[in-house]
Structures are given as structure tokens and as C-alpha cells.
């Protein structure tokens, strides 16, 4: 993990998205995680290289990680690429 991209930055993105946004949490599952059966899904971690997410999926908890298409370089880079991706899994049926 990058200098810029600590634990504490991982901690507050990951309550906020659990906290404010579980919709799209569980979308990155779906489309991203190639979960489409997924019912809940809740981000574990966060780093420069992509998150860890655990998804419900017919009774059973999954892991699943999630790889970013670029190095995020901070918070700022994470706030703005996870909103993208928000908006590209709702383009996509």
C-alpha cells in the first residue's frame, strides 16, 4: 500500500460506503465481482490496487476482490474512481 493510501484511509472510505451507500457496494459485486446472484455485500478493505469485498451469494459468504483499472494515488482518486464505477455498473445490463 502506498504511503498515501494507509489504513486509516481504508477504514473511513470502507464505513462510509457500508454506512451511506450499501446500493452500491453491492453493485461493485455484481458487476465487478462477477457475483450477479449476490443479496448483500459489505467492502472489507480498500488499497491502491483495488477492495475486498464479502458478498452474500445463496446462503454463503464470499470473498471477492475487486482489481481498479490504475494505481489510486489517494482518497481523492479513490472517491472519484469508485463513483465512476457506480455509473459505469448501472449503464451495463
Known sequence: MSDSFTSEISDRICSHMNEDHQDAVLLYAKKFGSSPNATTAKMLSIDALGMN?????SGESLPIR?????????AEDAHYTLIDMVKLARTQK
Open 66 to 74: 475487486i482489481e481498479f483499472d490504475h494505481t489510486l494515488k489517494d
Open 53 to 57: 469485498l464479502t458478498a452474500e451469494v
